[in-house]
């Protein structure tokens, strides 16, 4: 990435003077945030956020002289999506989340698309599966929920450009059976989940998310103080799985 970077130090520095045809586009940006992004390293992401801010801030209307010629590009969906994903690999799903926030806070000028998205709540997913068996309490799957419910949500009220990827529904079943948290919460996601799938445009084509959902309800319900609960929701997924 450093040699990406000076090539991109010189493009604007020649546009600067004078030779605007080497002026770097949006792409020429990208291609230096995807290789910092690559590296992984623990100074991969500050890096990728450090092009993005250039671009943000070249462009305020506050940061515009008048006369005063600009060489640095705006940035585009697909540079807020690398920088995320830089910060996705080093386990950050709160600056992933933030990431699409602010895109959301531009007003459509920089609209997030189903990537953006997706992103988030695998931010969310990795977060949970990564999180200690004694510290887990199924907070991060629920943000996971809460974002493909916003998805799904946004698909629905028409922007025909939004909509899940058929997985993502699977992911968060799957995440919240095999975290070791036992929260009531976890039963929520999941069955929130599971009548969304089946609502879609993806309903499940196999036993699987079933047999997760089945999972959550049998650890989330494991007390004996639950046993009529329990023995009501195997005999109604049951019957479910029946029918469908």
């Keep these: ?5 000076k090539i991109l130090y010189d493009m604007i520095a020649m546009a600067e003077s004078g030779n605007e045809n080497a002026a770097p586009d949006v792409v020429s940006f990208n291609a230096v945030i995807k290789a910092w992004g690559r590296t992984k390293k623990a100074n991969s992401a500050d890096r990728c956020e450090y ?9 305020r209307s506050e940061n515009r002289h008048q ?11 697909q540079t807020y999506n690398l920088v995320m994903d830089a910060h996705f690999h080093l386990y950050d799903a709160f600056r992933v989340q933030d990431l699409l926030l602010e895109m959301d806070g531009t007003d459509g000028l920089v609209a997030p698309n189903n990537e953006s998205f997706s992103k988030v709540i695998r931010a969310w997913l990795n977060d949970e599966s990564d999180e ?4 887990s309490h199924g907070l991060s799957v629920e943000n996971a929920w809460r ?6 949500r946004r698909e629905k009220r028409g922007d025909v450009d939004l909509g899940p990827a058929p997985d993502l529904f699977s992911s968060v079943l799957k995440t919240a059976a095999r975290t070791n948290a036992r929260g009531e919460n976890l039963l929520i996601v999941g069955n929130s989940t599971f009548r969304a799938m089946k609502a879609s445009r993806f309903p499940p084509d196999s ?7 089945l999972e959550i309800a049998l650890k989330v319900l494991s007390s004996p103080t639950n046993d009529k609960r329990r023995e009501e929701f195997i005999t109604g997924l049951f019957d479910q799985c029946v029918e469908d």
Excluded: A, C
Aim: zero cysteines; glycine letters at 2%; charged letters at 30%.
């Design 1 to 5: 990435p450093l040699k990406s970077e």
């Design 147 to 152: 974002w493909l419910d916003e998805l799904l």
């Design 51 to 59: 092009w993005l801010r250039k671009m943000v801030d070249k462009n």
């Design 132 to 135: 200690p068996q004694y510290e």
């Design 67 to 77: 006369g005063e010629k600009n060489f640095i590009p705006k940035p585009n969906v």
């Design 207 to 213: 036993s699987l998310p079933y047999t997760w959902l």
